[in-house]
């Protein structure tokens, strides 16, 4: 059990410019969540999959944003046209079927200039 | 909606010293509870878990019991150490309409620990 992974740890980038982070979960995991950490907040959902499927997406994921998840492996978020309000921590979580605890990985902190 | 308030940090204390830090929680049906840290630098980390009404989630001497006639999951540990300096967030699992869950954190309790 490697944990969860992500790449990559830290991104800055200009406003306008478009991002794409990656997650790979626990091998064995078939749920896989995304979250934005502000800062001196708690992390915020922003989506999830079952397996390949995206089953549900918060309305914090405005329509600049889009994740995917092609092979039930890993999956990537990309943003769009950043703007500086996107700057935050970007999460990973994934998690089996038969539970509620979700297993985060490091992050990826994401810096709009 | 359901929803997590834990109290404002920072939270400084010596070393040995007896840690609270209150969480309480507005939900619908009967979630989990979790406590999880974030340390300097790193990611989150599930720290303990409830299941149920008085249940009680113990792990690296710290716990906390699930109360559902005061809607409370208070973290509490006997006697800190310096490496127990980190963010703590209290949150509960929300299961979604699609299946699964997701996970609803209150804003996080910064605990400092002084030698």
């Known amino acids: 059990d490697t944990g969860v992974s992500q790449n990559p740890r830290h991104k800055i980038t200009k406003r306008g410019q478009n991002v794409t982070f990656r997650c790979d979960p626990i091998?064995?995991?078939?749920?896989l969540y995304w979250y934005r950490q502000t800062l001196g907040q708690g992390p915020e959902f922003l989506t999830y999959?079952?397996?390949?499927?995206?089953?549900?997406k918060s309305r914090l994921l405005s329509d600049r944003f889009s994740a995917e998840r092609p092979k039930g492996s890993f999956s990537t978020l990309e943003i769009q046209r950043t703007e500086q309000g996107d700057s935050a921590m970007y999460l990973c979580?994934?998690?089996?079927?038969?539970?509620?605890?979700?297993?985060f990985g490091p992050g990826t902190r994401l810096t709009v200039l | 909606g359901n929803s997590v308030t834990q109290m404002e940090g920072p939270v400084t204390l010596s070393e040995e010293a007896f840690l609270t830090i209150n969480c309480t929680y507005t939900?619908?049906?009967?979630?989990?509870l979790f406590w999880y840290v974030q340390y300097p630098g790193e990611g989150l980390q599930l720290l303990l878990k409830?299941?149920?009404?008085?249940d009680k989630g113990s792990n690296k001497g710290f716990e906390a019991t699930y109360r559902k006639e005061t809607t409370s999951f208070h973290l509490e540990k006997g006697s800190v150490q310096v490496s127990d300096s980190a963010v703590y967030f209290c949150?509960?699992?929300?299961?979604?309409?699609?299946?699964?869950?997701?996970?609803?954190f209150g804003a996080g309790t910064r605990l400092f620990v002084k030698a």
């Open positions: 979580a994934s998690s089996p079927l038969a539970t509620d605890t979700q297993y």
């Open positions: 091998s064995e995991h078939n749920r």
């Open positions: 999959f079952q397996n390949e499927a995206q089953l549900e």
């Open positions: 939900a619908t049906g009967y979630p989990s």
């Open positions: 409830a299941t149920k009404a008085d």
């Open positions: 949150a509960l699992s929300e299961p979604p309409n699609t299946g699964g869950f997701k996970t609803i």
